[in-house]
Nanobody, 124 residues
Framework: QVQLVESGGGLVQAGGSLRLSCAVS????????MGWFRQSPGKKRQFVAA????????TYADSVQGRFIISRDNAKNTVYLQMNTLKPEDTAVYYC?????????????????WGQGTQVTVSS
């Protein structure tokens, strides 16, 4: 089993920044790629960013490309999402997800484990 706990969410003004963290525990030695997803009220959960086990492969949703940065520290079993130039439309619950294989990008169904989510609210 793998447990994921997100933190770092909160309320921020448009144009501001937040850094989300996702602490991974359990079978961390077998954790492969990691992803961030988000869900706004009344909308489907959508892909935000993903990073491979070695950090050699990274992909972003078009809506956050150039503003968000995903990274990971395998020694600390933690994945980060640095969010810059935040917009009101970034308001959502952000979820961290883990895939046991070497790589998964945007496909939500590939991710076997999920955190409980952290709320990010961007005011205009």
């Amino acid at each position: 089993q793998v447990q994921l706990v997100e933190s770092g969410g909160g309320l921020v003004q448009a144009g501001g920044s937040l850094r989300l963290s996702c602490a991974v525990s359990g079978r961390t030695f077998s954790t492969g790629s990691m992803g961030w997803f988000r869900q706004s009220p009344g909308k489907k959960r959508q892909f935000v960013a993903a990073i491979s086990r070695s950090s050699s492969t990274i992909t972003y949703a078009d809506s956050v490309q150039g503003r968000f940065i995903i990274s990971r520290d395998n020694a600390k079993n933690t994945v980060y999402l640095q969010m810059n130039t935040l917009k009101p439309e970034d308001t959502a619950v952000y979820y961290c997800a883990a895939h046991m294989g070497p790589w998964s990008g945007q496909r939500e169904s590939d991710y076997e484990y999920w955190g409980q989510g952290t709320q990010v609210t961007v005011s205009s």
